[in-house]
């Protein structure tokens, strides 16, 4: 699933984690977002973009089997919701441990690695993942 | 005179893995049914809500407010004809434009359509498909399916609120024993605890056992103001409250991995809109696609504290028990068709509220509350049937 100017157009946001933040209340976004929900229109015009660290916390996590096509060359694959110190919550992937040192509150830092590709001859496909600290 | 809705007339298909039916085809026999049911004719007919949820990337189909219309016959009847989508919720929000539209005046008659034809697509390409319905770009696109981040709210829950596997896969014993006794569910097999721990995992702590089935199938109501259904001498269940709620589509930004804000949302207005409490239901219809929703739903819904509904799933959830669960079988047994899901609540409620359910009726049902859900939240609505 994917087209060149879609996986383009994110390319910045999931190479460098780049959210944004509201200028009214500082709150911050990953992904980024136009309006903030909290300020509604006082965040229009205001919001402006921020580069996460990437280091966060796991708030739970699963290993997945069954999985769409694109992903079952990875399978087993550990997925989970992370907490960025920043304080956006993003999904993704946990490489590179042993199934059992995974747990809920653990510490986690991004790494840049390939997600996906379409097919044999399309485009690869890159963005976080996440080691353990 | 009151503008009070009423489901007049129900109808389904099995559901299941039909291979030799197409998705015209559902449609129009639930539709069928659920008129002959109703009493009318399709001249009868004034507006048709279809609900479905994938056709478009399934079938290669969309415009499904037409093709039911069509194959239905009624195409030179020139009535209005439209698709309700809302992922999972379609029926649920289908159900709720038809009840909208006989409330505000406007149409005496409506149909509700929702069908879901799945398998004509390989097993694991369905998967990337029902992964459209979360957050394409920042969840699907990094391996999330809907088991998936089920999974994360089920290990989330058991382990802040201490609460075992066990409590998961009772619901799902429960929906099996409820859909052995339905003719139309997807299986009909019971299941024991032993078999529903030890399934093949899909997503731990998720298995085979937790998750809905992929399912073919289509449901269909007819729907009616009570003038006309008095003024044609015509009987029907009468919905209560309707209520739809919405909340962030990705599970990674709400407030809580285990409370549906939108199903408790909707839950709430549903009860006051129409003055009843969670002691006045006499069963339950759940949006289970997978067990832990049981849970977290039940909760949500106002029957226990949060982190506390295992606590009814021993004997309470039965379809004898204090709080019939799924008399239909459930989303895990019954089989969860996206689009035609909700509208197969209803046909399950009307069927209860008529004293038709055969050898799954509850005793004495006088109230059936129905919650519908797309997704892990995104949207959820809850219908209140029953009473005078």
Known sequence: MGELSRIWRESEHRYRLM???????????????????????????????????GKGE????????????????????????????????????????????????????SVFRKIGEDGKSGIIQYGYKFVLE | MSNNVYVIGAGETKYGELWERSLRDLAVEAGLRAIENAGIYS??????????????????????????????????????????????????????EAYLAIRSGEYDVAVVGGVEKMTDIFGNEVLDMM??????????????????????????????????KDALAMMSVNDHANASLNLNSHFKNKITLEQALNATPVAEPLNLMDCSPVTDGASALVMASES???KNRLSGVKIAASAIS??????????????????????KEAFKRSGLKPEDMSFVELHDSYSIYGLMELEDLGFAEKGKASTLVEDDIKINGR??????????????????????????????????????????????????????????????????
Request: include cysteine; charged fraction near 20%.
């Open chain 2, 323 to 388: 709080l019939p669960v799924n008399p239909s079988g459930g989303l895990k047994a019954k089989g969860n068709p996206l689009g035609a899901t909700g509208v197969g609540q209803f046909v399950e409620a009307f069927l209860q509220l008529s004293g038709k359910a055969d050898k799954r009726q509850v005793k004495d049902a006088k109230y059936g509350i129905l919650q519908n859900m797309a997704g892990t939240g995104s949207t959820s609505v809850v219908h209140i049937v029953g009473g005078d």
């Open chain 2, 131 to 164: 992964s459209s319905l979360l957050d394409r770009e920042w969840e699907a696109f990094f391996g999330a399916t809907p088991a998936a981040l089920a999974a994360i709210s089920a290990r989330k829950y058991m382990k802040d609120f201490n609460v075992k």
């Open chain 2, 246 to 267: 919405q909340d962030y589509l990705a599970l990674h930004s709400r407030n809580s991995l285990y409370t549906l804000d939108s199903t408790k949302i909707a839950a």
């Open chain 1, 19 to 53: 959210g944004n933040k509201c200028g009214h209340c500082d709150m911050v976004f990953f992904p980024i977002r136009d309006v903030c929900p909290h300020c509604h229109r006082e965040s229009i015009g205001k919001m402006k973009p921020v580069e996460l660290s």
């Open chain 1, 58 to 109: 796991i708030v739970s996590f699963t290993i997945v089997h069954d999985t769409p096509p694109s992903f079952v060359r990875q399978r087993p694959y550990t997925l989970a919701l992370i907490r960025l110190d920043e304080g956006p919550v993003l999904t993704g992937q946990i490489v590179d441990a042993e199934k059992d040192a995974v747990e809920i509150g653990k510490r986690v830092k």
């Open chain 2, 43 to 96: 001249k009868d007919i004034q507006i048709l809500y279809g609900s479905n949820s994938l056709a478009g990337i399934i079938n290669g189909q969309e415009n499904i407010g037409s093709l039911i219309a069509d194959f239905s016959g009624i195409a030179a009847q020139n009535i209005p004809a439209v698709r309700i989508e809302a992922s999972s919720a379609s029926g649920g929000a289908a159900v709720r």
């Open chain 2, 228 to 230: 006309y259904m008095k």
